[in-house]
């Protein structure tokens, strides 16, 4: 197969990961692709580094749309996967009369703000919606896109057949400035309305006086980093508990990191899957994950599942979680196990199937002279 990805993103997010996630695992399957996204941006950088040939576009709608459509002239291409909402306007104006597959894929559980641009473009402009999720599913469906025409391809994750050590773990506390004895929470997100940093700094004002060796670690970039509320509350912890809260910036995760680390957060009020969760509890990290979206399905009985925003139940959570050491390493194992049903290579295979079944279904004529 010949595979066009589109992303308009300039920043690395989950949305990007899972487009080179697919991408690695097509590759290993010999599919040829290219991955167009903007020029300079996270995803152009990384793809150019693993080897992916990409293709550069601008932000503006039509003029991504032209740089494609020439492309797709010299270089004829099977299908198009657009990985989020602009780039599948992108997708349809750039291929228009072209006899191509539109891939749609939806990642996220918002609830759209123009319901009939919404259904226009999921329901006439591609061929298949590829739900991240169920939850998903549910909401596009929910908002007028027939069953039919959405299918759920669950992203997944490099599982980690090593993880970090003693070492590792005393390694991250030392770059953190923590002793081993605190108890050191993770969360990470982009820092935007619905991930839930201000919760977690609010359960972590709350625990601080009775739990003075509570640590939280709330790495991520984004608009409300810098807001007054969210530094306000940073400096509230800071005055009385030095080091409790840090907020280090975007890091990519390792082993290390999660090695120092007895608990993680995914406490968004809404949650298309919850990649970040998969990441800790691959790595025997128990989470505390808010019951929206896809985090149920991620999650299982492993961790805690929790109402979404309700400050006091996380508190009480976290609390809980501390008081019982035993308790929590089984629920870390437990949790890589499960973690383990999460795989890219699953993931790939779905979505390589899929396509190939797209492809001999609404290109045969392509198909027949293939062969």
């Known amino acids: 197969m010949r595979i066009l990805h589109i992303d308009t993103g300039n920043v690395m997010r989950g949305g990007q990961e899972l487009l080179m996630m697919t991408a690695r695992g097509l590759r290993a399957r010999n599919h040829e692709?290219?991955?167009a996204c903007p020029a300079g941006s996270p995803l152009d950088k990384m793809a150019a580094t693993e080897g992916f040939p990409v293709l550069q576009i601008e932000r503006p709608y039509l003029k991504a749309a032209r740089t494609i459509r020439r492309f797709l002239r010299a270089h004829p291409h099977q299908l198009i996967t657009a990985h989020d909402a602009r780039a599948q306007t992108v997708s349809f104006l750039a291929t228009i009369g072209m006899r191509v597959v539109r891939v749609a894929n939806r990642l996220v559980v918002f609830q759209p703000r123009n319901l009939f641009t919404h259904r226009l473009k999921y329901k006439y402009t591609c061929d298949v919606v590829v739900a991240l999720s169920s939850a998903v599913k549910d909401t596009l469906v929910g908002n007028g896109i027939p069953a039919e025409h959405v299918q759920v391809i669950t992203g997944g994750i490099i599982f980690p057949e090593q993880i970090g050590d003693a070492t590792?773990?005393?390694?991250?506390?030392?770059r953190y400035g923590f002793a081993p004895a605190d108890f050191v929470i993770g969360h990470v997100a982009a820092f935007t309305s619905e991930k839930g940093q201000l919760n977690a700094l609010d359960?972590?004002?709350a625990l601080l006086p009775k739990h003075p060796n509570m640590r939280m670690v709330l790495a991520g970039d984004g608009p409300l980093r810098e807001d007054p509320k969210m530094q306000g509350k940073v400096r509230a912890i800071e005055s009385g508990y030095p080091g409790a809260a840090q907020?280090?910036?975007?890091i990519k995760p390792d082993a290390e990191f999660y090695?120092?680390?007895?608990?993680f957060l995914v406490n968004s009020t809404a949650?298309?899957?919850g990649l970040s969760a998969l990441y800790a509890m691959a790595h025997r990290v128990p989470v505390i994950a808010s019951r929206v979206g896809g985090l149920p399905e991620v999650v299982g009985d492993t961790g805690w599942l929790i109402p979404p925003a309700d400050t006091p139940v996380l508190t009480a959570v976290i609390e809980q979680a501390a008081s019982d050491p035993a308790a929590l390493r089984e629920r870390g194992r437990r949790s890589r196990e499960h973690a383990r049903g999460f795989s890219t290579?699953?993931?790939?295979q779905r979505t390589e199937a899929l396509y190939d079944q797209l492809i001999r279904q609404l290109?045969?004529?392509l198909v027949r002279e293939a062969n």
């Open 363 to 365: 290109l045969p004529a």
């Open 203 to 205: 359960a972590l004002l």
């Open 271 to 273: 949650e298309a899957l």
């Open 168 to 174: 590792a773990r005393e390694r991250m506390r030392t």
């Open 259 to 263: 090695a120092g680390l007895d608990l």
């Open 33 to 35: 692709q290219i991955i």
């Open 247 to 250: 907020l280090p910036g975007y």
């Open 345 to 348: 290579e699953v993931t790939a």
